[in-house]
């Protein structure tokens, strides 16, 4: 088969309207904007309506999408969906968004890769469009994490907000698109951050209920401890599979879990911080949507221009880690 590569076309995000701050909280918990502001970066998040579910965020971010690059929507072939709080456990988030949106001749499926959905939606995305076997693929990666924290602990609650990206990816014929992806898993640590009932290993019932095992548990300085080597290894493997070295990357666009991890990479690495662009003062973690929130704000800010080398990269429960290379 001829391969092709694989372009990234247009982006878009939605937020929902109501915002809620660090001093919001403070009123409800036993926290204070400055703990949060210093340990986190975080100063406020968005949080989604009861009515508004993830596919509800997700249609709003494609339309958004189509509206600025008119496609039609018949024409788009398949829809991902990365995000940890589908509407349903079946079906497919996606199959919602597709009746919404009208692109009846697109398959859809779900992605499940917690904080590195968008990454892995991405890299499965080039792939279907490098192989020939699809040509405009829809990665919508959206999140209500509002509706899986646990409101009384202190040590989850603040970290997360909803919010959705769209990015549509094309069969590209000049020289954008994306160079090189990596990704990787290790699955022996995904009791250090994840939801323990709900699933086929502890169903819900009025225990799981009281007890909130259907809620956000973490471990949070042990991601913290992890997230740091695993971003620099995903980084110089998706650098060294390009054959580029970091000095010519103009902007690397990380998963935004706290501004502490960032800035830690980026000493690590002995990168300046500002190569690093990050959003997370307003949004909090918004888990697979985070890093196409943050393209549309970083391309607002005219921090990506064309032709410019922009990695992508990101960590979460799994623990998973990833990253995309892409030539804008
Ligand atoms: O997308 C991937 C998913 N998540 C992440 O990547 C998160 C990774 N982890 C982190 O970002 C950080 O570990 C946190 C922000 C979660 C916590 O920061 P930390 O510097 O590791 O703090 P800590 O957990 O060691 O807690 C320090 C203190 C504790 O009190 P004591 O035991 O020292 O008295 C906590 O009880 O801060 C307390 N604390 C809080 N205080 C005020 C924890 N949460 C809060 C809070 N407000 N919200």
Request: glycine content about 6%; proline content about 4%.
């Amino acid at each position: 088969m001829e391969r092709y590569t694989a372009s990234i076309r247009a982006v878009a995000s939605y937020v929902p309207k109501r915002t809620m701050t660090n001093r919001d909280l403070e009123k409800t918990l036993d926290t204070s904007h400055e703990w949060i502001y210093e340990r986190t970066g975080i100063a406020a998040r968005h949080i989604a309506a009861e009515d508004e579910p993830a596919s509800a965020l997700g249609v709003r971010a494609v339309r958004d999408l189509m509206a600025k690059h008119p496609i039609a929507p018949e024409d788009i072939d398949l829809i991902i969906v990365p995000t940890s709080t589908p509407d349903m456990v079946f079906p497919a988030t996606a199959c919602i968004v597709q009746a919404a949106i009208g692109a009846r001749n697109a398959a859809t499926f779900d992605l499940s890769a917690a904080c590195t959905g968008y990454i892995y939606a991405l890299n499965t995305a080039a792939t279907f469009i490098e192989s020939g076997f699809y040509r405009n693929v829809l990665v919508v990666a959206t999140e209500k994490y509002s509706s899986i924290l646990d409101w009384t602990d202190r040590t989850t609650a603040v970290l997360f907000g909803d919010g959705a990206s769209a990015t549509l990816l094309t069969r590209s014929s000049d020289a954008s698109g994306i160079l090189a992806m990596d990704s990787g898993t290790d699955g022996g640590k995904c009791e250090q951050l994840y939801i323990p009932a709900g699933g086929s290993r502890s169903p819900v019932t009025k225990e799981t209920v009281e007890k909130k095992l259907s809620t956000v548990h973490m471990k949070g300085t042990e991601v913290f401890k992890n997230a740091v080597p695993r971003f620099r290894q995903t980084i110089e493997r998706v650098l060294a599979a390009a054959k580029c070295s970091i000095d010519d990357i103009a902007l690397i666009i990380p998963h935004q879990a706290n501004v502490r991890i960032i800035n830690a990479v980026a000493k690590d690495m002995k990168v300046p911080q500002e190569k690093f662009f990050s959003n997370i003062e307003h949004y909090a973690n918004t888990s697979s949507a985070s890093i196409g929130i943050a393209i549309v704000d970083a391309l607002a800010q005219g921090k990506i221009k064309k032709n410019d080398l922009v990695l992508l990269t990101a960590f979460g429960a799994g623990y998973s880690w990833g990253s995309t290379l892409v030539r804008w």
